[in-house]
């Protein structure tokens, strides 16, 4: 047995921000720890409530992202002993799994002594999720405003201002990626693509010279929350009033259910945001939970390498939030 391990932890992510469909993410200082150690015998061992009912056979979703690691690398390594933790809630638009992707990526090449360049690793990742918003944002940190081709991906990273905080309202119901998808349509209007060039490029825009005042405007989409909306109950009166109650501006975080705010960490009136998101969620019959969140700066990091004297669950331990 060998037992070179690395741990990893990586943030949660939002993506589109509204109007910046498969183009524009941000970090979330929500957390996923993963050990990856070399072993004899593959054995996957699942911590804290958000990760419940992951798999711990080998289809877990971990192990099969370090062994495509490992195949690309030419390298073979088919017995591992993975740990997880996680405070971040799944299936709920907040990237989860772009997360685990990211964490079993930035794992697996440093347990082989980093054959795979950062940039590799994003062309890996986003080719596995088709876009690189959630990715990006997981592996770089920071607001990440990229594109995929279908071949390459390219981004630049954006640093979100330090007052900017993020409401997030997490619906206690699952939403997938997929089911999320299906209701888009596979053509759109030329003004609503015209609309959304607008609106994304005016929010980028206005993130990177700190025009909070334009955020209201520019965080609208006409690409996917319309088609959306109606699998959310509650979502269309929070896109259309948040802002009366606070907001800078208001999306659906990722492919939902969860919305997400983003406010002015200077300015009053949180709670005033925080209720009328709730009371417009309960309107319709949908219980939720918020979170005050700020943008995760920093992307994946490497927490230990080699042979580590701290166990995976030390180490978790000396890192969640208090
Ligand atoms: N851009 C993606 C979507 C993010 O909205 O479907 C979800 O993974």
């Known amino acids: 047995m060998n037992g ?26 929500l957390y996923e720890w ?19 009912g992951a798999p711990t056979d080998k289809s877990n979703l971990i192990y099969v992202m370090a062994q495509h690691l490992f195949e ?24 989860s799994s772009a997360t685990a992707i990211i964490g ?21 990742a986003t080719a596995i999720e088709k876009h690189p918003d959630n990715v990006g944002a ?45 209701v888009l349509p596979t053509q759109v209007a030329m003004k609503d693509a015209v609309f959304n060039v607008g609106h994304s490029s005016l929010l980028v825009a206005a993130l990177c010279t700190g025009r909070y005042d334009m955020i ?38 990722g492919a939902g259910p969860t919305l997400l705010a983003l406010v002015d960490g200077a300015s009053g009136g949180k709670q005033e945001l925080e209720k009328f998101m709730l009371d417009s969620l309960r309107a ?16 994946a990091e490497l927490l230990t390498q080699g042979d580590s004297n701290y166990t995976f669950m030390e180490v978790v331990k000396g890192e969640v939030r208090a």
């Open 4 to 29: 070179r391990s690395a741990i990893v932890k990586v943030p949660a992510s939002t993506a589109n921000l509204g109007p910046g469909f498969d183009a524009l993410g941000m970090a979330l200082d």
């Open 34 to 52: 993963i050990e990856i150690r070399l072993s004899d015998r593959t054995q996957i061992h699942v911590y804290g409530d958000e990760l419940q």
């Open 72 to 95: 690309a690398a030419g390298v073979s390594h088919p017995e591992l002993d993975i740990s997880m933790y996680s405070n971040i809630p799944l299936t709920r638009g907040l990237g």
């Open 104 to 124: 079993a990526l930035v794992a697996a090449n440093a347990l082989i002594g980093e054959p795979f360049s950062q940039d590799a690793l994003f062309q890996m």
């Open 138 to 182: 997981s592996l770089f940190g920071g607001i990440v405003v990229a594109f995929w081709d279908g071949k390459r991906a390219e981004y630049l990273r954006v640093e979100p201002a330090p007052s900017l905080d993020v409401l997030v309202a997490i619906p206690e119901f699952h939403l997938s990626t997929e089911k999320a998808r299906h």
């Open 216 to 253: 209201r405007h520019a965080m609208k989409d006409a690409l996917h929350q319309p088609y959306r909306s109606a699998l959310v109950p509650g979502m269309s009166a929070i896109l259309e009033r948040a802002t009366d109650h606070g907001a800078l501006g208001v999306a659906l975080s």
């Open 284 to 299: 319709e019959g949908i219980g939720a939970r918020t979170m005050w969140l700020k943008p995760a700066l920093a992307g």
